[in-house]
């Protein structure tokens, strides 16, 4: 099979790793990649929000099948265009992608299908939202309706400060996505991820895992994309899994499928751990950046076959494949990240670390000539396994400690929770 990744990020170049290494491969591009995904795919420059450069590109060079990794891409529509074109593509369609573009799309479809999750109202203007916010109080969460690049999310303490939040959704900090806001109830709990494909009817559940949003060590700082995470996330007990998909992830399946909108690609459940249950956070239609990094490193499975089943509705009857360590993944940015940064410092030793239980996954980095060099916020991604959480984390952190970057920075607590909770 010849296989196309489009992204750049951790996460594409943990994808385009792990399917490399399967036998079903004949050969894989990735575009626009990044400066590490040159070891396992061939990669493409090429402007990935122009639909038909991307067609045109899978034409020419026999693509039998697309795996579309960034939630840009899912939500402005590019695996229909793809399909359209008559190429297999492991993205959900636009339709069932507002599961993510869209949070006021999420909730309407849980009173739909009485999926668990805060109470809301949804407002397109800012008068209507303040009125609601001041009958409701803090703490209280503010959400843009649309894509905002992982910034439309205001957990705010005070009145004050969602006040603040719901001025600037509709001044426009977030463009179209600020059009109009969700306002949830504030949730008490602890968050965990977990991540099912989907092929419109048929589930295979993946795993679980547990990031680090916050920028500085002991949750502090500003939100960030992800600082690192771990799986599997064990304070997701059997119990918890199996209500999580009973009352979310299959009202969720049904209620797309019903609707003429089926869900086909994986479904990353946010969800908090409530003393009621379960409940859902977010639903994201693509795969974690950086909880992708920790899943490859576990799955024992072929990935391929699995994404290619998804995308093409045969998912039943496939299983996967765990090992039974513990991963986890520290992100190293560019210091300033999550606010601007400056691009084009040199990272050293980065490139000679890679073995079986450590690997050092690119996202923010280019090549000249030999150097490698910062090109972003999030640079690289050190994951690494072990027996244990604690030693997981311990591997995780030598290699992140011979990496020469004096313009990087990350935390050095990644996993604390579930390490003080079981002690190891
Ligand atoms: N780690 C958060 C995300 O992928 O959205």
């Not at 939630?71 to 369609?93: H, K, M, Y």
């Not at 409701?136 to 957990?155: E, M, N, S």
Request: contains cysteine; glycine residues 12%; negative net charge.
């Amino acid at each position: 099979m010849r296989v196309l990744v489009i992204g750049s990020g951790g996460r594409e170049h943990a994808l385009a790793w792990k399917i490399a290494q399967s036998p079903l491969l004949s050969k894989l591009f990735i575009a626009p990649g990044n400066g590490g995904t040159d070891a396992v795919a061939e990669t493409i420059a090429m402007d990935i929000t122009d639909h038909w450069a991307v067609i045109d590109f899978c034409k020419l060079n026999a693509i039998d099948f697309v795996v579309v990794g960034p939630d840009a891409q899912v939500v402005a529509g590019l695996g229909d265009d793809i399909r359209a074109a008559g190429v297999s593509c492991f993205c959900p369609s636009k339709a069932a992608g507002q599961l993510e573009g869209s949070k006021s799309f999420t909730k309407a479809l849980c009173d739909e299908m009485d999926i668990p999750t805060a109470c809301y109202g949804h407002f397109d203007t800012e008068a209507a939202a303040l009125a609601y916010l001041y009958t409701q109080g803090a703490p209280i969460v503010i959400k843009a309706d649309g894509l905002a690049a992982g910034k439309g999310v205001t957990v705010a303490m005070s009145v004050e400060e969602a006040e603040a939040a719901i001025i600037d959704c509709f001044s426009g900090a977030f463009g179209g996505a600020g059009a109009s806001v969700v306002i949830e109830q504030f949730m008490e709990g602890e968050e965990v991820s977990l991540f099912v494909l989907c092929d419109g009817t048929n589930i295979l559940p993946l795993t679980t895992a547990q990031d680090h949003k916050r920028a500085f060590d002991g949750d502090c700082g500003p939100n960030t994309g992800g600082m690192g995470a771990y799986s599997p996330a064990p304070v997701m007990t059997g119990e918890i899994y199996q209500q999580t998909l009973d009352r979310i992830i299959w009202p969720t399946v049904r209620g797309l499928a019903a609707r003429g909108t089926p869900y086909q690609g994986v479904l990353y459940a946010g969800l908090m751990l409530t003393s009621d249950g379960p409940k859902l956070v977010e639903y994201n239609a693509r795969f974690g950046d950086p909880e992708t990094q920790v899943l490859v490193m576990r799955m024992q499975s072929d990935l391929l076959p699995l994404l290619h089943a998804t995308a093409t509705g045969t998912l039943a009857g496939h299983d996967v494949v765990w090992n039974d360590q513990f991963a986890i993944t520290v992100v190293m940015a560019t210091k300033g990240y999550p606010g601007p940064v400056v691009n084009g410092s040199e990272i050293r030793n980065a490139q000679t670390l890679d073995n079986g239980d450590l690997q050092v996954f690119h996202a923010g980095t280019r090549r000249d000539g030999d150097r490698l060099l910062a090109a972003g916020g999030r640079v690289l991604c050190v994951t690494a396994l072990g027996q244990t959480l604690h030693e997981a984390q311990t591997f995780a952190y030598a290699g992140v400690d011979q990496i020469v970057w004096p313009e990087g920075f990350c935390r050095r607590d990644i996993g604390w929770r579930e390490i003080e909770r079981n002690g190891r």
